[in-house]
Structures are given as C-alpha cells and as structure tokens.
C-alpha cells in the first residue's frame, strides 16, 4: 500500500462570522476558490493531473449548496478534468476530506488529490440546512440536546471547572497572539484579496488577545437559562442518570468562534510528487473515525486518537504535538485529562476559541497548523482531532519527512 | 411664516427653511450647467446636510436642484482619469456614507425632480425616501452606466431591486434603460407626478408631513416587491436576465453582467455590506481597460462630434427648403426628419409609383410619434411636397440626391435640377463610395458641392458622413452641418475618396467575412466570432441585409477605381449571385436561407470553399475581421480620408456597427499596442494575403511609440 503525504497547506485568513466580519461580502466559492488557486500556485500543480478535489463543509445550501467543491475548483481556473465532490461530516468534514484524500492516494487508486473545507458561517447560518437533527421523533428515539448542553455536561463528568475552562480560553487567546506576533502562520495563511487586487483580510481577525480571565469571569454562562428552565438539562437524563446538575460553564467567550474562511491541502503519493518536482512536508501516519454517544457528542476526539494511535503502532508519547479542536474549551481539558497530554503540547498556537472554527474547513486548517508548528519547532510527529456532532470523532496522525 | 434663506459655503445649494411646515429645502445649482456627482458635490451636499439637520424643529428635508435637469450622474472627467482601485473605493465609501446619512437621518426627504435624474444623479434620488417629478416626457429617470462600460456604483444595484423588485430592475439596470417620468411612476422607479414646480413642493411637504420618521424599506427589514432573494423564482428571473444578456451581447460586455452579480450577490445581505459588493464590481469596471476606451469614444468623441468641434460654424445657415431626389427608402426617410426638424420638404421621383410608396412611408413614421398628436403629425406631412415635376425644386436651399448608385445617372440629375437651387444654394449627394469630386465635374458650382452620406434607415441611424472635396467652401460645409444638426444626426467630416471612410471599413468587414467563408473557416464560427468580438452585426448576416448584389455592384466599381479585389472572397459572392442567384436577404436567399423558423446558413457554402484552413477558431476569425477593420481605418488616417482620430471611431462605431467595447478602430490599435498590432499584421499578411499589410503610418508610429489616443 503506497503511503499518502502532505505537499502543502494553505488556508484563508478567518473573519469574524458576522454580518461585520471582513469577509461576509466574499461568497464562500470565492473563498474556497482563493485557496484552491494559493494552492495550485505555490505548486505549481498542473491541475488537469488533480484526481479529485475534496472539500468538506457542513451547512450545503444556499450560497453553500450545490457542490461547492466542484464549481469552486471551476471558478479557481482548474482544469475541467479535475472534479469536486463536497463532504459533510460535521466539525470534521475538513479533516474528513483530508483523510479521504489520503485513502484514495494509500488506496493506489488515485495518485493527486487536493483536500480542503469551506464555511461562510455569516452568510449561510448554522443549522440553515435544517436536517432530522430537530426533529421530535429523533429526540425520542435518538436523542439530542445542542451541543453547548453536551459541552456543560461533558465538563460536570470530567469535573471541570468554570476557573479551569476560563483559564484555558485566556491561554488560548495568549499563544495564538504570540503565534500570530511570531509569524507562525504565515506560511499557510494567504491573504484574501477582492476582484480589483485589494485585500479584503490578510489576518485572523477573530481574536481577543487583551482577554482576561477575570472579564471572562464576567460573562453569563450561554446555556444555563436554556438548560435549566427549558428542560433541555433533562433531555440528557435519559443518558446519564447519575448527573445530578449539569454544571454551566461555557460561554462565548471559551467556546469556539463563529468565523469564515476555507483551506487547501495537496495530498499525493511520494512518486507522483516528486514527479511533480515537489518536496513532501509530511507523511500521514494513520487516520481514524469513531462513534461515541450522541448525547454527550463531544467525548469523540479521545476514542478517534487511541484508534489512530494503536493503527500507526503509537503511544501518545510518541506525538509531539497535538491539535483538539477547541470546539468548546472542556473539550481539549477532558482530552488532555484521559489522554495524560501535557498542556504544552496541546494546541500550542492557540485555537478556535481565539481563532475560530469554519465547521466545515477547521480540520484542513488544523491540519495546516500543526504541520507548520512541527517545522517552526523541529518536531516530528503530531496528531489533529475533533469533536464532531451526533457523536463522532475523527484523528490523523502525520510524521515529518 | 418666515423663511429664511442661506446659501452652502461654496454657493452651490440654496438652503431655505419654512418654519411653518419644517421643512428644509435644498436645492442644489452646482458650477457649471448641471448637478454632477464630483468632490463639489460632496462638500456641498455635506454642508446642506448639516444645516439641514440644525434646524430646530425640522420635519422634513426637500432635495431639489436649480439647473433643468435634477442630476445628471458621475463627474466622467474623474472617472475617466481614475485608475487607482483604493481611490476609487475610497470615494465610493464616501458617497454611500453621505447617502446613508441622508436616508437613515430620521427625517423623510423627499426628491423633488423637476428634471432628469440620471445615474448618480438617480441614485440620489434612490436615496431619498419619495421621488416626486414633474410630468413632463423630458423628465427622465434611469441609471444609463452600462452605456459607458461601468454599472451603478452609488447603491443603484442595491435600492432600485429593493424598491421596485428584481426583474424591473434588472431590466433598468442591464439594459441602462432611461424612463420617462409618466412611465417610471407606472415601475415604481418614481412615486408620484406633479403637474408643476409648486404642486410638487406642495406634494412633498405633505407627504412629509404624513410620514414622521420615514425610514427606507431596507431598514426596517420590508420584503422586496415580487420574488424574494434567494427563493426558485428569483433565482429563475435572474438565470433568464443572464442569458437574455447573453444573447444580445454574447460576453462582450463585463458591465451589465457584473451589474447583474452585484444585484443577486448584495440582495441576501446586509444593507451597507452589500454597498461593498457594488463598489467592488464598479470598481473593477471603472478601471479597466474597456470602460476607457468606451467612455472616451462613446462620451468625449461623440459628445465633440455631436458639437462639431473643430469644424466652421455658421450663424444663419439659410436653409428652409429642402429638396430630395429620389423616393426610395432613403429619399423618404430624408423627406420625413426633414419635414420633423421644420424643413420645407420636395420629394422629387420620376415614377408617381415611387412617391405613393414614400408617402405611406411618411404617413407611418408621422402615425409611429404618438407623443406629436393627431395635430403635430399632420403639420409635419403638411410640409412633404411629393411631385415629379422638376420645377417644383424652385429655390430648394438645399438639395439631396438620393438616387442610384450609378455615375452616369447621378451626373444626369445633376445637371437638372441644380439649376433650380436658391441662389448659392448647396448640393449634397448621398452617395455611399463614388468620390464627390467625381460627381462635381458636372457642377455649375464645386464650391456648394458636398457628400452627405446617410445610414439606413434614416430615421433610426444617427451617423451621417460628410465629405468634402478640395473645392468645397467653409460656408458649404458649415450649412450641411447645420442642417443635419436640425435633423439630430451625428456628423463625420471625412476627405474625398473612392469609399470615404466608413464604406471602406464596413466593405472591408463583410468581404472578409466571405473570404472566410472561401477560405473553409465554419460560417456558424464566424458569425460568433464577429459577435465575440464586439461587432454588433455579423458579417455575413450583414452581407445578406445589404444584398449581395451590391456587393457585385461594388466590386465593379472598385474595380473601376482601382481596388484590388482578386480575392477568392470576392469570387465566391460573384458566384453566390451569378451561378446560384442568392442575392441575400430581400430575395429570400443569400448566405443564409430565410424559412418559417428565421435563418439558418446555407448548407451550400460548403461546396464553394477552397479548402480548409490551417488556423481557425473564435479567436483567430475574431482577429482577422477586427484587426483588417481597424487596417483600414489607419490607412484612411494615412491617407488624411479620415481628418481627426476622432470621427474614425464615431464613424465606425455609430455607422459600420463596429465593435463599441473596443473603443472604435483605432482604440483597438492602441490597446492591442502598436508594435503587437504591426507585427500581427505582418504575420497576417504572410498567411492570409497582402491586404493585411500595415500602412507606412502604423510602423512609423510603433517605432516612435506613438499612439492614436493620450493613454489612460
């Protein structure tokens, strides 16, 4: 079985996912489009021989629907005989499609493949796609709560604090300030230009670096209200019987950020890169998916990385850095918890509390991160997992080469 | 009840204030002899806004302007010159603050049009909460933008699908369509007519009086007339306003298409974001490339043209009879706007039949001007005279000889009825090649000869060409101008020549069209071809409008006067009309066949080829008929046929149909670059034939870096 590598990683910069966000006025074809191109010209990727374009995004309608994949890698000036099919997994559709990739190129079936993730997040809405998520007769044989319920309730099993969710969110803020202050994007993040040349956002706009924990302190939980005397508390009930009070603590500001943005990743085989006169960045180890309760739904990432590890023959000594999506902050807390991961090994340029999370882009762009912080710190080995809705997990583990 | 008065600093808006109604009135009398949107502007409606805005006890705000028109739409100096992305977005962002100021103010405005609002001037307009004009056809509204190569950039594309729904205006916008106000009140572009300047402020106090607190419909969340954005139907309205573009531009302008993004793109966002997309889109096209060259031939060329700039000029032209020989199409046509600007109209055929057919002619051009009444179209055909006695010519100020083709005939009229001109009277011949001096042989007085070369049909085509020979006086020429000034036509003045200037180019078009054909190129590729590239007619569709015949006339007679024409082109036209009688479109046959289900290319074109081609395709056909055009054009410069850069891009554009995103002829030189431009053509003339060879002009220019037109 040939292996799959990672040529390169690029990405847009994240704007706020606002009506005020940079850029709301960018249709999210010209975003994945944007990447697409940085991809193709920093590669030079002669696009006729790209077997497949796989992008993930989550919210498919609207300014999303259609197979964006396909008619962005059109609009990008691809070739027509590069296709495009779109992915939904969720949080994870970015890194689902990287992983796709990777198994189409292990697979031998296919020698090229360009991976990525788009979401407009302020112009197609979250849940905008309506889906059997909300309906009564999935509650009642399913089961469902929002996923800033399954978050209070993941914290109380793992007896996180308020203090400790509010410390990491600050955390987060300080090491992707740092990161950003020290240039460590900048070999991913492709500064997204309007049709006259003009740059519309050049950095991620989403962050909040002068964040303290005590005016995080401040903020009123988000989910409290709803969970208490809504009933929407009760709903877990069902699940988790010994959970007496659902402790609430997340809030907007250790959550992850609502944000726009896109992201591209070459993946091939060695040969056909070298073909190609390119140098391989990294070599993709393992990859997993995995299911857990649907209630608790964040509790994926951690059963997705032993799946990965025990794949690529690993211990979790064995990685240098990790990247767990700060979906919400006790999220990467039960994670570091389970696993026994130091905290300085965990997203150490900060995460989508600070910089955002496109739902359907973040794991190509995590992917991104993680690569470009192994080469700034002359690290090998790093793994990149996140929580996924309806109670999946995904990981893939890379190896620098 | 005290008014008072007070000017802006810059005295360009007269400021009153009513304390008895609360209401401000604005009226805006910018430098100059219309209201445009430029930095004065800006300054001055900041200004009146400020004051406006400090009245104590204000109720409401009337905009109103102290020139005719209301407002006429954007400075084209500056937008012209403005190359510069961030200052043009810049100044945008400016304007759209200034007019959301005025919008999201908190008090009603209401525009008082008591003339035309055009472009930015109806983006104004648009801005404010009512528009009430004065009912009157000459006030217009509309944003014309596309007509320059540009599109709304003042919320135009986001207020008016707002304010009248998608589809109306999609079709104001793509269409650059100008709407009279009774018409506009009908669309919703306006919302109410006044039959007077009093009756409209009194319209407009009330309704501000009626609508404390207005707000726009976009900002308090309203839905849009008609389909929603986003919903199957909108998105139905839109995919046919983009084919419907399609297939009457095929591509070739960026303008209505990015006009159409913006409107779709900014309609499912948020009011000031959406701003952002518009501005970007014009941005993208008041920079480029194609706006330049438009603006500058379809607005400072035309607009010079229209003023006969650089040509004499003559206070009393003394003219007030007009005679007219011959009734054909022409001669007809010539009778009915001559008799519509005034004239004394002789039309003089030799066959009664004829002038029974030109009367009807005038009956139903006179019957087409309803807004002239029942009254206004009898005066007019009260001053036709049809006759076939000469004599009737008597004391003709002017005379027009619309008569056939042919030297021998022409020199015979002549000789006729020029004795029955007033004393000094002029003489123009509407031939469309046989050189004027030619025809002046026969003249009692070459000094009052003059060609007036008119376009089909006349009543419709604006260009007139008008040559001069070496012997025609100043005054001569300044009279025919005059005349066609009377007659609303846009004149050229171009130098004596087998041709003149704008028979050769459009000859030189379809008879490249035809070689193409005898080449073996595919007629479905040229056809697009010449539309892909601007030409707003193909050229063998053309070929077949003007007949084939003609054309075998024309080749006798260029043959006659020294054109080489040993072209398999030509052969195949001679052979089109002798072996397979397909004269064109009048005989039901010609390049194309003429059936129930409209026209289709003859089949049997194929059989007359001299082969295949080595290179074909879109691009390449595009090219050569482009390119031959645009060769022509730079020889008649070299011969000094043609006097000023100017009138050769008038004159191909408003009478050959040559390709208007380019800018005319010589525009196409400059932009492809005069040095890629003669090396192409050398290239050419080694595949494709001598014709193409560059005049001595060309190469002297590229080597001395030269252009035709200053570059912007």
Redo the contacts between chains.
Sequence with gaps: MPDAYLFDAVRTPRGRGK?NGSL??V?PIDLLAASLRALRDRNNLPTEQVDDVVIGCVTQT??QGGCIARFAALEAGYHVDAPGVTENRFCGSGLQAVNTAAAMVASGYFDMVVAGGVESMS?VKMGADGGAIWDPATQWNVGSVPQGISADLLATLNGISRRDVDTFAVESQRRAATAMEHHRFDRSVVAFR?????VILDKDEYPRPDTTVEKLGELQPSFAMMGRQFGLDTLTKERYPEVDRINHIHHAGNSSGIVDGAAAVLVASKEKGVALGLKPRARIRAVSLCGTDAVLMLAGPMPASRKALAKAKMNVGDIDLFEVNEAFAAVPLAYMKELGVPHEKVNVNGGAIALGHPLGATGAMLLGTVLDALEDRNLTTGLVTLCIGGGMGIATIIERV | MTITNETTSNGMAALAFDDATGVATITLKMEGRANKINDDFGATMQGAWAWAKARPNLRGVILASGHKDFCVGADIDRLYRERD??TM?ARLRELNGLFRAIETGGVPVVAALTGSALGGGYELALACHRRIALDEARVQVGLPEVSLGVMPGAGGTQRLPRMVGIQTALEHIAQGLMVRAPKAVKNGMVDELAATPEELHAKAVAWIHANKGAKQPWDRNAPIPGPQP?SAEARQIIMAACAMLRKKTSGVFPGPELAISSVQ?GL???FD??L??ES??F??LA?SDQAKDMIRTLWYHRTSAEKHEGLPKIEDPRIAKVGILGAGMMGAGLAFVSAQAGYQVVLKDVKDEQLAKARAHCEEQAKAAKHLGADGQKQILDRIRYTIAIDDLDGCDLIIEAVYENLELKHMVTKEAEPKLAKGGVWASNTSAIPIGDLATVSLAAQNFIGLHFFSPVEKMQLVEVITTAQTSDETLARALAYTRAIKKLPIVVGDGYGFYTTRVFSAYILEGAQLVAEGHDPVVIEWAAKKFGMVVPPLQVFDEVTLTLGVKGFKQGRHYGKSLDLPGVALVETMVEAHGRAGKAAGKGFYEYGAEGRTLWPGLAALTTGKPEHTGVEVIGRRLLTLQALEAARCVAEGIVKTPRDAEVGAIFGVGFAPNTGGPLSYIDRRGLVAFVAECDSFAKTCGARYAPPQLLRDMAAQGKTFFEKV
């Design positions: 009506e709301y006025t249709r609207g300014d112009r309007d049709i006259n040349g003009q | 992305a961030a977005m986003g793109e499912t966002l948020q974001r959406a952002e997309v970007r889109y941005t993208r920079t």
